[in-house]
């Protein structure tokens, strides 16, 4: 009977252990995923811009074009710096919320065990005093 019991404890722990697993690398994917892709995005629209900037800086032929140009230039360098910090926080806001969602998990498990050597503890205890 003892045996069993145990058993019974060892499959209900195996359970419990592969549910977490499973919720904290669902978790680590998806924020991997997002982070991901709000950085390809980022990329590819800094891309398109310097591209855009660069294709209509190589078909300049004068002094005066040349000058136009400068301004064009900087609003350029000055977005892509924008959405380099957009894009850094918005990572750090994805990473941050990952990071409070396995919190979440590691303190209900903390919460569980502590409850369960409780238990233990009471039992213990009921069988001393009888």
Same mark, same amino acid.
């Given at each position: 009977?003892?045996?069993? /019991?145990?058993?019974?404890?060892?499959?209900?722990?195996?359970?419990?252990?592969?549910?977490?697993?499973?919720?904290?690398?669902?978790? %680590?994917?998806?924020? $991997?995923?997002?982070? /991901?892709?709000?950085?390809?995005? $980022?990329?590819?629209?800094?891309?398109?811009?310097?591209?855009? /900037?660069?294709?209509?800086?190589?078909?300049?032929?004068?002094?005066?074009? $040349?000058?136009?140009?400068?301004?064009?230039?900087?609003?350029?360098?000055?977005?892509?710096?924008?959405?380099?910090?957009?894009?850094?926080?918005?990572?750090?806001?994805?990473?941050?919320?990952?990071?409070?969602?396995?919190?979440?998990?590691?303190?209900?498990? /903390?919460?569980? %065990?502590? %409850?369960?050597?409780?238990?233990?503890?009471?039992?213990?205890?009921?069988?001393?005093?009888?």
């Amino acid at each position: 009977m003892n045996l069993q /019991f145990n058993n019974e404890q060892f499959s209900a722990a195996t359970r419990q252990f592969a549910d977490t697993a499973a919720k904290i690398n669902t978790i %680590a994917i998806e924020s $991997a995923q997002a982070v /991901f892709t709000a950085q390809l995005n $980022a990329v590819q629209e800094r891309a398109s811009a310097t591209f855009a /900037f660069l294709t209509e800086a190589a078909q300049v032929r004068d002094l005066e074009t $040349a000058k136009t140009l400068w301004p064009k230039g900087v609003q350029v360098a000055r977005e892509n710096v924008e959405r380099a910090v957009s894009t850094t926080q918005e990572v750090a806001e994805k990473t941050t919320k990952a990071a409070e969602q396995l919190g979440l998990i590691a303190k209900g498990q /903390f919460e569980d %065990a502590t %409850a369960k050597a409780e238990q233990a503890v009471q039992k213990v205890t009921k069988a001393v005093r009888k």
